[in-house]
C-alpha cells in the first residue's frame, strides 16, 4: 500500500511537472524578443533566461537535473525583470509576468505543493496584460480566453492528475506548448516592430 502511494505520489508530481513547464513555455516565448529588440545586434551576447524552461523539459525527458544552470538562471532573473520594467518600453510589464512565471517554475517547492497553481497564476497575469496592449489572437475574446482554453487543452491532453506521463505523451505536450507559444510571440513581435 506504501508502495503504491509513493508511486502515485511520483505520477502526481511528473503530471504536476510536465503541466508547469508546457504552461509556461506557452508564456515565456515574449521574453526573449523583447530583449532582442531592446539589444538590437548585440543579443546574441545576452544571457537567455528560457533555458531555464529547457532544462525543466530535458529534466523531464530523463536528463538528470541542471541545477548549476537552473542557478544561474535564478540568479539572473531579478536583473531582468528590473531591465525590463525600467525600459518603458511597451510590454515590459507583460515581461515582467513572464520572467515571474520562470521564477515560479524554478523555485523550490516545499514536499507535496505543487508548482503549477503558481505557474498557471502567473501566465493569466501574461494574458491579462497582453489585453491591455495587443489585439486578441484570432478566434479569441481576449488574451485571457485564449490562454485559459489553452491551459485547459493541455491539461485534456495530460489526462487525469495521478497517472503517468509517457515521453510519447511529453513530446506531445512540449510540441503543443511550443506551437501555442508561437502566438505569444508574434504578437509581442507585432507590438515591438519599429
Known amino acids: 500500500?506504501?508502495?503504491?502511494?509513493?508511486?502515485?505520489?511520483?505520477?502526481?508530481?511528473?503530471v504536476d511537472?510536465?503541466?508547469?513547464?508546457?504552461?509556461?513555455?506557452?508564456v515565456t516565448s515574449v521574453i526573449p524578443v523583447f530583449f532582442g529588440r531592446l539589444a538590437g545586434v548585440a543579443y546574441s551576447d545576452t544571457f537567455d533566461i528560457n533555458q531555464g524552461i529547457e532544462s525543466k523539459w530535458r529534466e523531464l525527458g530523463g536528463a538528470p537535473p541542471s541545477g548549476d544552470l537552473e542557478q544561474q538562471v535564478v540568479a539572473n532573473l531579478p536583473r531582468f525583470r528590473d531591465r525590463a520594467l525600467g525600459s518603458g518600453v511597451a510590454g515590459a510589464a507583460v515581461v515582467a509576468a513572464a520572467i515571474d512565471v520562470v521564477t515560479a517554475l524554478l523555485a523550490p517547492l516545499e514536499e507535496g505543493r505543487?508548482?503549477?497553481p503558481q505557474v498557471s497564476a502567473g501566465a493569466l497575469r501574461v494574458a491579462l496584460g497582453m489585453d491591455g496592449i495587443s489585439p486578441p489572437p484570432t478566434g479569441a475574446t481576449s488574451w485571457l480566453a485564449f490562454e485559459l482554453r489553452g491551459q485547459a487543452e493541455l491539461v485534456d491532453l495530460v489526462g487525469p492528475r495521478g497517472e503517468?506521463?509517457?515521453?510519447?505523451?511529453?513530446?506531445?505536450?512540449?510540441?503543443?506548448?511550443g506551437a501555442q507559444s508561437m502566438t505569444y510571440r508574434n504578437a509581442m513581435k507585432a507590438l515591438l516592430r519599429p
Not at 500500500?1 to 511528473?14: F, G, L, P, T, Y
Not at 511537472?17 to 506557452?26: E, P, W
Request: charged share 25%; no cysteine; aromatic share 2%.
Open 1 to 14: 500500500m506504501i508502495m503504491q502511494e509513493s508511486v502515485r505520489s511520483a505520477d502526481r508530481h511528473h
Open 114 to 116: 505543487d508548482r503549477l
Open 164 to 177: 503517468g506521463v509517457s515521453q510519447d505523451l511529453l513530446f506531445e505536450v512540449r510540441n503543443e506548448s
Open 17 to 26: 511537472s510536465s503541466l508547469s513547464v508546457a504552461v509556461a513555455t506557452r
